[in-house]
């Protein structure tokens, strides 16, 4: 079956940096996304690897491994509106998103 | 607005009785998806539309879901003879392009909260 797997929970302290870590399974792999959720609204998109290596984008950075099925979401810089669910997605070989359940990221001052 | 909008925002529902939820894509944007999404969950597919094709249903859970996209615009979820499962929130998504196409990336909608009571 297919698979993804990301911590829970995560508590990290403002101005610090956070790892969120993601392992995945799937029948195919067409790339992977990372997506904020604030409590109530909609995810928005955060970042897109489909090779091997690491994306940087302002104070995110996302990595992935393929031959590991693995992949991390990097935040520096803590804010405190960076508390939200972090949600970790793979696209399948027909082009559909298998998401994981999310890890929520709390931020302490 | 420029995003993607759903409505209603809310919606209780009293068992037995038949929903319909709303998409308003980005306009101009090919591909347009539904998901459910439980509490403390992620996202969990349901449908995508090619513009007006349904290519694929393989997650609506059962026949009383139903969507469409008459036009290749607009979206509508139905939900026929709601069960207290059926409680969730349901996230319509748009994508430029179509499946398979570089830059993939989805654009949520604020969701429905649906409540079967």
């Known amino acids: 079956g297919q698979n993804i797997d990301q911590p829970t929970e995560m508590t990290a302290t403002e101005g610090a940096i956070v790892q969120i870590n993601c392992t995945y399974q799937?029948?195919?792999?067409?790339?992977l996304f990372w997506y904020q959720q604030h409590a109530g609204e909609a995810p928005t998109f955060l970042s897109y690897?489909?090779l091997d290596g690491l994306e940087e984008k302002g104070r995110f950075s996302s990595f992935l491994s393929r031959s590991k099925g693995y992949s991390y979401l990097l935040l520096k810089e803590l804010q405190m509106k960076d508390s939200a669910s972090y949600l970790c997605?793979?696209?399948?070989?027909?082009?559909?998103?298998?998401w994981g359940a999310g890890t929520k990221l709390i931020i302490k001052p | 607005g420029a995003g993607v909008s759903q409505s209603p925002r809310y919606k209780v529902a009293k068992r037995g009785q038949d929903v319909a939820l709303r998409c308003d894509p980005i306009?101009?944007?090919?591909?347009l998806f539904w998901y459910q999404q439980a509490l403390g969950q992620g996202p969990e597919f349901l449908t995508y539309?090619?513009?007006?094709?349904?290519?694929?249903k393989s997650g609506l859970p059962s026949d009383r879901f139903f969507a469409e996209r008459p036009e290749g615009s607009v979206s509508t979820l139905k939900i026929q003879r709601t069960q207290q499962e059926d409680s969730a929130v349901y996230l319509c998504?748009?994508?430029?392009?179509?499946?398979?196409?570089?830059?993939?990336?989805?654009?949520f909608g604020p969701g429905t909260r649906l409540t079967v009571t």
């Open positions: 539309f090619q513009n007006e094709a349904q290519l694929d």
């Open positions: 690897n489909v």
């Open positions: 998504a748009s994508s430029l392009g179509a499946a398979g196409q570089v830059s993939y990336e989805q654009y």
């Open positions: 997605a793979v696209m399948d070989s027909n082009y559909q998103l298998i």
């Open positions: 306009s101009g944007h090919v591909s």
């Open positions: 799937t029948s195919g792999f067409n790339g």
